[in-house]
């Protein structure tokens, strides 16, 4: 089938430490990768993206590669600061079926960063 | 990206009524959608709202539960009808602009007690 399987969290970092959150796929065909943050109390945001295999996706110091091999999209920081404290979403389209803008989330990851 | 906005942002409801959540956005978008977030969980698709036409459904939702209006190409409501406190959750809109992403609304958390 067609899911999301992200790492489970919480995560609790300190400050400027090195970030991974991992994400892996099923789809069929070729679809869009997404890591989108949801703040305290807000809305989601798109963080980053990537449309084929290979993209690197970049936003805010976070990037995320698009590795059609190992069907991965893991979001990175070299140094996560206290701002950072969130909780991420990893996401795709379809592929080739369905709707190309039809969203399946992942359970989401919550990061704690420590001052 | 696109400017969303929702209303109400929170409300607290009696069990066995009806709230109906508005989304407006700045500029005309061909694809809506509703989306429910249940306390500490990922976000779910309810439908996809089609202008000039019923709405579309995803499996586990239904129209006579969570009616949608699609009146223009700026604005949508969701109504949750008949509400429990299973239904307690962030709802929230999207659009689709341009590539495949989508921009969502701040969300409208509902409590039912």
């Known amino acids: 089938g067609n899911s999301v399987t992200q790492m489970e969290g919480p995560v609790t970092l300190s400050e400027e430490a090195f970030l991974t959150i991992n994400c892996t796929y099923t789809?069929?065909?070729?679809?869009?990768l997404f890591w989108y943050v949801q703040y305290p109390g807000e809305g989601l945001q798109l963080l980053l993206k990537?449309?084929?295999?290979?993209d690197k996706g970049s936003n805010k110091g976070f990037e995320a590669t698009y590795r059609k091999e190992t069907t991965s999209f893991h979001l990175e920081k070299g140094s996560v600061q206290v701002s950072d404290s969130a909780v991420y979403f990893c996401?795709?389209?379809?592929?080739?079926?369905?709707?190309?803008?039809?969203?399946?989330f992942g359970s989401g990851t919550q990061l704690t960063v420590l001052p | 990206s696109a400017v969303i906005s929702q209303k109400p942002s929170r409300d607290i409801c009696q069990r066995g009524t009806s709230l109906t959540i508005q989304c407006q956005v700045d500029?005309?978008?061909?694809?809506m959608f509703w989306y429910r977030q249940q306390p500490g969980q990922s976000l779910t698709l309810i439908a996809t709202?089609?202008?000039?036409?019923?709405?579309?459904?995803e499996s586990g939702f239904v129209i006579d539960k969570f009616p949608i209006s699609r009146p223009n190409l700026t604005f949508s409501t969701l109504t949750v009808s008949n509400m429990s406190p299973e239904d307690s959750s962030i709802y929230l809109c999207?659009?689709?602009?341009?590539?495949?992403?989508?921009?969502f609304g701040p969300g409208t958390r509902l409590t039912v007690l």
């Open positions: 789809a069929t065909g070729y679809p869009s």
């Open positions: 500029s005309q978008v061909t694809m």
């Open positions: 990537a449309t084929k295999a290979d």
């Open positions: 996401a795709r389209t379809p592929g080739s079926s369905g709707s190309a803008r039809q969203l399946t």
């Open positions: 709202a089609n202008q000039g036409s019923e709405a579309t459904y």
């Open positions: 999207s659009v689709g602009r341009g590539g495949n992403e989508q921009f």
